[in-house]
């Protein structure tokens, strides 16, 4: 089993930065490949980032968010970061991180484990 909590969520204005954090629980954190996704009301939910699970961990973006967004990993804290630059008013959405074994997935439907979301608010 993994909990997953997320926070760093707020209210920023286009332009600004904000970064996220997912901690996890367990000692397995390390076998876990983590994501980040997004949904907006209405929408369905969307892939923003994935790390892979090893120590060189392969990263990967979605295409709204590449360039600005960047997802790193401290295995030593069990945490999972969401660093997000150059925020839009389009980003606004609730963000959750997600986990799976091994390697990252760019569909939400391959994660078994989800944290609660936090909600990320950009002003124009």
């Known amino acids: 089993q993994v909990q997953l909590v997320e926070s760093g969520g707020g209210l920023v204005q286009a332009g600004g930065s904000l970064r996220l954090s997912c901690a996890a629980s367990?000692?397995?954190?390390?076998?876990?490949?983590m994501g980040w996704f997004r949904q907006a009301p209405g929408k369905e939910r969307e892939f923003v980032a994935g790390?892979?699970?090893?120590?060189?961990?392969?990263?990967d973006y979605g295409d709204p968010v590449k360039g600005r967004f960047t997802i790193s990993r401290d295995n030593a804290k069990n945490t999972v970061y969401l660093q997000m630059n150059s925020l839009k008013p389009e980003d606004t959405s609730d963000y959750y991180c997600a986990a799976r074994l091994t390697t990252y997935s760019k569909s939400s439907r391959a994660y078994d484990y989800w944290g609660q979301g936090t909600q990320v608010t950009v002003s124009s």
């Open positions: 367990g000692r397995t954190f390390t076998r876990y490949a």
């Open positions: 790390i892979s699970s090893w120590t060189d961990a392969g990263t």
